[in-house]
């Protein structure tokens, strides 16, 4: 007997997109399995203003494919000049469905993010008044912490001060990585919620560094040791609503990863719904599958689940192509290193 699961039509509540040929290559890659992605910012420049956002979701619709159901949901870029109002404006019209966080220098083109916390305080107090989320790219910078704790430590210096003063401001802690990030969010209100990767539910640090070193899994923040895989894998599949998928689904073309300073960041669009369909049978909670892919992530954005159902088909190993070929070149596609055996049927 065919094994089938079928969901509500998933989302990605982190999904970077980037422009020109590199968007008309990766977005079916997303249009094909999610209703609606959380469109990051971080385009050279970056997108920090209504004007600029509008123009962005307009050249993303403009490359989606005939035919294809994809609604991108637009985000502005923080910086230090990004304006209250502009910010008010653009999420009451709808255009704007949150603000991403990036302190500067802490990950690719995040050169014009916020280095002193305190010329955000305005920006911050006008999205706890008129409910607008707030993604956070969690990592402290300085140069002093080392890479595998500056999630933890972003917690203590940064967010949880941000947060005790702003009450009431609801934040995404975006691709969590730790088994400190997991617990800051169980031991919190409904109005901290966190992303999970499809990556960092798989590979540990030794991905990376193990028999050579891997540019593909290189991600920021980058992966830690399995005990906090393990967390992360055990809160996405506990039906906790504050934890939902966000792929952060990171394409760069291959030369720019494969160098001697590679850029950071996994694309794994493609093959996302079949890697977590295998994590979550292999953890015994496929029926908590649709709560993480589908349900919480709607739930946290205060906007309804989609109507459309995908279905997933369990049977022979399916394959993926090692890489895509975009106009902006090749693109290596996310290897789980294990066979995948679910599939959305089409
Ligand atoms: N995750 C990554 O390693 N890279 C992302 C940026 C980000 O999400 O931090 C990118 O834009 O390439
Ligand atoms: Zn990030
Ligand atoms: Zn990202």
Redesign the pocket.
């Known amino acids: 007997m065919t094994e089938r699961l079928i969901i509500r039509r998933p989302d990605d509540w982190?999904l970077?997109l980037?422009d020109g040929a590199m968007l008309s290559g990766v977005l079916p890659e997303t249009a094909r399995d999610f209703a609606r992605a959380i469109i990051?910012p971080?385009l050279v420049p970056p997108v920090v203003n209504a004007r600029e956002a509008a123009a962005y979701r307009e050249r993303i619709l403009a490359a989606l494919p005939e035919g294809m159901d994809f609604t991108p949901l637009m985000t502005l870029y923080m910086t230090e000049e990004t304006d209250p109002a502009d910010v008010a404006a653009a999420h009451a019209s709808g255009l704007v469905t949150a603000v991403k966080l990036?302190p500067a220098g802490?990950?690719?083109?995040?050169a014009s993010g916020v280095r002193d916390f305190d010329k955000v305080r305005g920006v911050l107090e006008k999205m706890a008044e008129i409910g607008c989320p707030l993604c956070v790219?969690g990592?402290v910078t300085d140069p002093e912490v080392d890479i595998f704790d500056r999630e933890a430590v972003f917690i203590d210096r940064v967010l949880d001060p941000i947060r005790r003063a702003t009450p009431g401001l609801r934040v995404v802690m975006?691709?969590l990585t730790t088994a400190d990030g997991v617990a800051y969010v169980q031991a919190n209100a409904a109005d901290l919620g966190a992303t999970i990767?499809t990556h960092h539910l798989i590979i540990t640090r030794n991905h990376i560094l193990v028999g050579g070193i891997k540019p593909h899994y290189?991600?920021?923040?980058v992966a830690k040791r399995a005990r906090h895989r393990d967390a992360l894998v055990a809160a996405a599949i506990s039906g906790d609503a504050r934890f939902f998928l966000g792929t952060?689904s990171?394409?760069?073309a291959d030369p720019t990863k494969e160098c001697a300073c590679g850029?950071?960041?996994?694309f794994s669009a493609t093959n996302t719904l079949s890697c977590l369909a295998e994590v979550f049978e292999r953890e015994g909670a496929l029926d908590r599958l649709e709560a993480f892919a589908s349900l919480n992530g709607p739930a946290f954005y205060r906007l309804p689940p989609n109507e459309a159902r995908t279905t997933l088909v369990k049977g022979a190993p399916v394959t993926y192509p090692a890489r895509i070929e975009t106009g902006a070149g090749p693109v290596t596609l996310f290897d789980p290193g294990f066979p995948l055996h679910w599939r959305v049927e089409r």
């Open positions: 982190h970077h980037r990051m971080n990036y802490a990950t690719t083109n995040s790219h990592e975006e691709h990767t290189y991600c920021l923040p952060d990171a394409p760069h850029c950071a960041g996994i």
